[in-house]
């Protein structure tokens, strides 16, 4: 899946929390927050206006969210397990899950990338 893509398909899945993300479209998601938010603090170093920031977060955060729920989907972990984050230096766990490639079918079902993609 390609940078393009990935942004379509996380908005296109606002807040689907049921089905799977590839690797790529989770990181290619978060690449891109990662630049918009960027882009915003340049806007905000020269027009001083704080509460923009504030909208991108609100306007980000679920899908954020499903596309991290739907990444531990693809690893065959349930979404509620993005919780252990609050818990100090288990977050490493997730970070790995977020990194580890995905099979072909599991109980959340088939997988986002075909064979040949893999």
Do not use: C
Not at 15 to 38: G, K, Q
Not at 50 to 60: M, P, T, W
Request: charge should be positive; glycine fraction near 10%.
């Amino acid at each position: 899946m390609g940078f393009q893509d990935a942004i379509r398909s996380g908005f296109a899945n606002y807040a689907n929390f049921s089905d799977r993300s590839s690797r790529s479209e989770f990181w290619y998601w978060t690449l891109a927050v990662i630049l918009l938010e960027i882009a915003f603090y340049i806007v905000i170093a020269i027009v001083p206006l704080a509460g923009i920031l504030g909208l991108l977060f609100l306007g980000l955060i679920i899908p954020g969210l499903a596309v991290s729920v739907r990444r531990l989907h693809d690893v065959g972990k349930s979404g509620w397990l993005l919780l252990i984050v609050f818990i100090p230096f288990a977050g490493f766990y997730i970070l790995y899950l977020y990194l580890k490639p995905s099979g072909l079918q599991n109980q959340y079902g088939r997988g986002p990338l075909t064979a040949a993609d893999l």
